[in-house]
């Protein structure tokens, strides 16, 4: 659930931070909180909720055995179990946003744990439904879909049952499964209490004086230090604490991979991954090609390597020199600069996307600053159909921050535009599109910045964004999908993964992206921890789908700037699909196939593009930007 909740989350500290918690002793402006009274107006009212949506499992069990007797039987099945679906997601989500707010509040913890029993018992009450309507048969299901037009929202949904015939086991097996479900889970939420909310973090004192506390905000807001001191002896001491829990959080990870394995293998899959792709009916070549074509363009991420050394004044690259900025900026984005400077950048995508975006920006569908204990990151979730979608950040007034605003108020406006034409039970997309639209909103935000900077350093900033978002979505994401690959074909092949293992085999693959053996990026042993803090990995194979999304999103806004109109058309068109077919036909029908390698050369391209103007910038001192 937490996977179809939370869309985008960003990495654990992918943002630099710099918010001192001084909310926390001050009254936060309402404003810049979310509304959660919109879901439910008070606690009890949550729970009258929840107790109703447990009251409706014995009806969906005695449906058992009624799916094959009538069209209208199937309807009314299907129809029960969406409404109680579409319940229970409303449920949800209060929970965990609540919870989210801070994650020490036992209270609110336990509410997502009785709000994961709850779909643990929705599993196991509609367990039963997979293999009867198997056994029932194609043939007759699809003459059931003809017979009634009230199966039309429903019709996706069947095939795709009927599609997994071969990963469906009998009645009693998947019911046994579905006595297990919540227990899967367990990994990914033990790592997110030690993450978030167990590890005693170190202080530190910077060249200037200030003392930090290396936690997820503290270290994401040194590593970026111009200091070079200072964000290594962040990187010393973030990577050094996690150090510490390696041998914890390895078998955390390796029950979490254990348990995947055995749930393929119990499904007749030939891995993790075929279970992944196929759970989307998405090609294999897409995955391979893009682990490909990422390695042959490495020569291209270490040319930026290089530049940044060249920026930086740095003669030979380390690792903690990733992420400072290559040239300053001295501006403030304000959440209500944030909010406009994105709807200024939006207006390419015409009239009513401007106006339905400034309309819920306006709402309180945001929580926006960080706290103590806030889950750290962003994210957007979408799923409680009936309100609209919420959205965290942790917003500190910086470009990193303006450009995560435009990320997941993409997220937020494919699924307004998804609503409008689609139901309840095809409004919810698949994750190989929904990182679609936040890429190429940060695209479209990148390009209206630096169209309209004012100096060269300023272009000079916004051009090393782009690059650095490049970077941190393509290449970098890639990486993390080869080590999760790396890890799961261990598993399958009986290797045992300790937290040791686990960091030499994050290392090999770090290394071999930056160059480190041709000294390109130098990366000490510590940093090989890294894999640590990466939630992602518990989402299983999730993270070639940021990689692949950049790619799309990159391909979609340049036929936006191409073709104009008819561009913004069939942009708007593939967020209205929703979910209503399956992932990667709705994108080829946008255009762009993701199992060939040219739309994956075409984002190298672009950013050999980008090194190239900002060499001439650099070169050339004569040249001047126009007034603005």
Known sequence: MRRILLVATALVAALPLSHTFAQEEATVD??????????????????????????EFEAIEARRGTLGDSADSLYRTYRHVSDTLRKSYRVYVYASLNSDEDLRVSETQERVQLADIMFAQFNEATAWMQPELIEVGREVIESYIKEDERLAP??????????????TLGMEAEQTLSYLSQTFGAPSNTYSLIANSDIPWPTITLSDGEE?????????????????????????????KWREYRNSVGMVLNSHIQTQVGLAK???????????????????????????????ALPTLHRYFRLRGRMLGVEQMHYYDIYPPLVSLDKEFDIETSKQITLEAMSVLGEDWVEMQKAAMDERWMHVYPQRGKQSGAYMAGIAYDVHPYVLLNHNDN????????????????????RQEQPFETAGYATFIAEIPSTSLELILQDYMQKNA???????????????????????????????????????????????????????????????????????????NEWMFIQHFYYNMYVFQ???????????????????????????????????????????????????????????????????EMERLLDDPSIQLSAR
């Open 399 to 418: 470009y990193a921050s303006l450009s995560t605003l435009a990320h997941e108020w993409g997220h937020a406006m494919h699924t307004l535009y998804a």
């Open 266 to 296: 119990a499904r007749n899959y030939d891995s993790v991954l075929h279970r992944e792709l196929h759970q989307d009916n998405l090609p294999a070549a897409v995955y391979h090609t893009l682990v490909e074509e990422v390695n042959k």
């Open 154 to 167: 429903f019709a996706y949904q069947l095939d795709d049952s009927l599609r997994n015939a071969p990963h």
């Open 30 to 55: 309402p404003r810049y909180t979310w509304d959660l009274t919109e879901l439910f107006p008070t606690v009890e009212a949550w729970e009258e909720a929840r107790e109703e949506v447990l009251a």
């Open 546 to 612: 940021y990689s692949t999304s950049k790619t799309a999103g990159t391909a979609l806004y340049s036929k936006i700037v191409s073709e104009g109109e008819a561009g913004v058309e069939n942009y708007k068109n593939l967020l209205r699909a929703g979910g209503s077919n399956y992932p990667y036909l709705l994108l080829v029908e946008a255009g762009v196939d993701l199992a060939k390698p040219e739309p994956y050369q075409a984002i190298i391209a672009k950013m050999n593009a980008i090194m190239d």
């Open 212 to 240: 930090v506390t290396v936690d997820a905000q503290g270290y994401g807001r040194a590593r970026s230090s111009t200091n070079r001191d200072d964000r290594k002896l962040a990187f010393d001491t973030y990577w050094g």
């Open 454 to 528: 004012e100096t060269i350093d300023e272009k000079l900033f916004y051009l090393g964004h782009a690059l650095e978002g490049m970077r941190g979505t393509f290449f970098r994401q890639t990486m993390f999908a080869e080590f999760e690959l790396a890890l799961y074909e261990a598993a399958e092949r009986g290797e045992a993964l300790s937290g040791d293992r686990i960091s030499e085999i994050y290392g090999e693959i770090l290394r071999r992206y930056h160059g480190h053996d041709e000294g390109i990026v130098i990366i000490d042993d510590l940093y090989t």
